[in-house]
């Protein structure tokens, strides 16, 4: 892997152990503005706090695994790693969901009185602020790092954000109008949402752990450079993409003159694979050279790049 990569991986483990220690002092928070306040709205978000400490480990555990070079028996590295925290993520989420809505039955049965606790609700506040702008931060640098576990733990924050507001908005209301049971309430609205983040967090993950195509965009970049790049063979065909982690793998097949020598095919090939690994950051490309009269007959112009 390039030496850029090696200094990105480096970058996304720190700032990734980062997000440890931003979770701890935000679910500190939340949890005094929970004790200050009695709501249990205020409860679901702190508890939801926790699940944000334990998927900040794991994706740190996550990013540490998937820098790992290759070895015997995982020859094409271990880039996936940050797939399954984000998975784990996903359940975890769940989990604090339904913990949410057992809370939520608890309260109907026996009503909880808010207290009016200005302080309790500035903390909460703060936290949400913070919250905001680490998630922020984290699918940023998670986009231009191409690191699955930061974009899913910056997301999960901001679903965090979300709920947070919500929270703070019914208990104000609440506290204002005196309708208690728009504490339970909200924190039942708040569990449903934090459900469906969590099954989309899962659903996502999981679809690249399927080995997913690379998106339409980079297909289309992929196509133009084999066409500009190519000079020299008579197409492509069978061109194939998966991505794990930073990497993009590309496979295809390139037809070539029957009576070309296999140096010339080979210089063909480099010149290929160069001009992909640049416009494809952490593009892995493995090319089958094949003569014209070997190739496949009846290749429809979406299968084939003619050069």
Partial sequence: MPAIFDKQHDKTFRLAGAGIAVAVVVVLLKAIAYRRTGSLALYSDALEGIVNVITAMAAT????????PADTRHQYGHHKAEYFAAVLEGILILVAALAILHEVLSSWREPRALEQSGIGLALSGFATLLNGAWGWYLIRRGREWRSPALIADGWHLWTDVATSVGVLVGIVLAILTGWQWLDPALAA???????WAGWRI????????????VTAEIQRRIHSVISDKGSGAIEAHDIRTRTAGRVSFIEFHLVVPGEMSVARSHQICDRLEAALEEAVPGA?????????????GDISEQDAVII
């Fill in 202 to 213: 899962i659903h996502v993950s999981m679809s690249s752990l399927m080995d997913e195509a």
């Fill in 61 to 68: 555990l996550a990013v540490h695994m998937a820098g790992r």
């Fill in 284 to 296: 892995n490309v493995l090319i089958h050279v094949e003569p014209h009269i070997k190739a496949k």
């Fill in 189 to 195: 609205l708040v569990a449903f949402y934090i459900l």
